[in-house]
């Protein structure tokens, strides 16, 4: 019985087991249930993001210079690759295992005694909605001026999507993902993404290839929501540091201000560049320009170029776009020994194209495959076919993660540099194998 759970390891476990007994609810049912709940989190001004690639580093440089300028803000993000308290983030905080399981308690409590519509359906929220409903109980309890939502799947569907008043909206890029739900083109994936728009809303994004940008005018105008587009003349002088770039975006209310994001990632200055433009429309007096550069300087966010140990990077790029914008840092990194590259996807992803554009990419000497442990792994040995399919290069395959993390980043040689990417599930595994003591 959910009423009997009073620890966080219970209420944890129960929420991965929701996607057993449940099925996807309409949104209509997530919005009564919210209602339900009481609309937690409603007194709190709501950025709401959707995209394919960008949705995680835009929240986190939002909430970095939010913390910045004395602002309270809470954001709540998926997936998360440890512990999933990571989707619960009050003030750059990750919430502790007593506030998830408060969180976690009055969410189902209000199970216990449902409106009529919902007890006629048996409803239950599911996995992602019991997540997002906790979130805003969260939020609600702590206060926060802002709360920063990131969309799980999609936009238009999506159980964020039914809080209805928002005081700002951002699309990051569009791209080939979650094709089976979203549609078989750009324009239909950035028209399910932009299903986030209100009325009289400001919408940032990034001007992407015409038919994104065509879709997004186009599904704005419907709305009536003002589109405030971040054209890619906006962003120039970009210098490539070894862990950071330094490059120049124009403001709406200034000339060209110069801003740094501590990564290697080239891809993060589009994201940082969306945030900032965001960050304007809020007008609010205390986020200045040099709060915004603090802000955006001090940002760290995990898995996304991520430098774990000397010259180990780990990515959670996991589709064509992502592995796309993961070839073109990589290549801005000179490397004296030999770049190695490990790899491992779940089966719903575009693993072939992915696989091929890192074969082309001629870049690394070495490439290992190692199977996740997630139900939805991809099979080690269609991993390790597809390599031998497009490359010549030494494909090594791994039964473990312990086994390749082992030979690959505590063998490597000085001068070599060692490449993780793929799912997030990797980079949690990843993460949460890290932390052990070796030999554990």
């Known amino acids: ?97 007593r506030v998830f399981l408060e969180a976690f308690r009055t969410v189902a409590s209000y199970l216990e005694e449902l409106p009529e519509e919902l007890r006629r359906i048996s409803y239950h929220p599911t996995f992602f909605e019991f997540l997002f409903f906790m979130a805003m109980v969260i939020f609600e309890r702590s206060g926060v001026e802002y709360a920063v939502l990131e969309t799980g799947l999609g936009g238009r569907l999506d159980a964020t999507n039914s809080v209805e008043s928002k005081t700002l909206c951002i699309l990051t890029s569009i791209g080939y993902d979650h094709m089976e739900y979203l549609g078989d083109t750009l324009a239909k994936i950035a028209s399910e993404k932009a299903g986030i728009l209100r009325a009289n809303t400001p919408v940032v994004y990034p001007v992407q290839c015409e038919e994104v940008t065509h879709a997004i005018e186009e599904c704005a105008l419907r709305a009536g929501a003002p589109t405030f587009p971040v054209e890619k003349h906006a962003i120039k002088e970009m210098k490539i540091r070894h862990k950071t770039i330094d490059f120049s975006l124009h403001l709406l209310y200034y000339d060209y201000i110069s801003f740094t994001v501590s990564t290697s990632a080239v891809y993060q200055t589009e994201n940082a ?29 995990e898995g996304r170029m991520e430098e774990i140990m000397p010259a180990v990077y780990l990515d959670g790029a996991h589709n064509i ?66 390599f031998r399919q497009y490359t010549e290069w030494e494909c090594r395959t791994y039964e473990t993660l312990d086994t390749a993390v082992e030979e690959l980043v505590f063998g490597k040689d000085d001068e070599d540099k060692v490449y993780i990417v793929g799912s997030l599930y990797l980079v949690g595994e990843v993460k949460a194998l890290l932390r052990r003591p070796r030999h554990d």
Not at 284 to 293: G, H, K, L, Y
């Open 1 to 97: 019985m959910i009423s009997e759970i009073h620890t966080y390891r219970e209420a944890e476990e129960y929420i991965n087991t929701i996607p057993k007994f449940t099925s996807k609810n309409s949104m209509e049912h997530t919005r009564i249930f919210l209602k339900h709940l009481g609309n937690p989190g409603q007194n709190s001004k709501i950025i709401h993001i959707a995209g394919t690639n960008g949705k995680g580093s835009v929240c986190a440089y939002l909430c970095s210079v939010l913390k910045e300028a004395g602002i309270s803000a809470g954001m709540f993000i998926s997936p998360h690759l440890v512990t999933m308290r990571e989707r619960f983030v009050v003030d750059g905080e990750i919430v502790s295992e």
């Open 273 to 301: 560049s969306v945030a900032v433009r965001a960050l304007e429309l809020l007008k609010d007096e205390r986020i200045t320009v040099p709060v915004m550069q603090a802000g955006i300087f001090r940002t760290c966010w």
């Open 321 to 386: 776009d992502g592995i796309r914008a993961f070839v073109e840092t990589v290549k801005t990194q000179p490397c004296k020994g030999k770049r190695k590259l490990l790899y491992s996807v779940v089966k719903d992803k575009q693993y072939q194209r992915v696989i091929g554009a890192l074969a082309s990419s001629g870049l690394f000497d070495v490439a290992g495959v190692v199977a996740l442990s997630d139900a939805r792994a991809l099979p080690l040995a269609v991993l390790e076919d597809y």
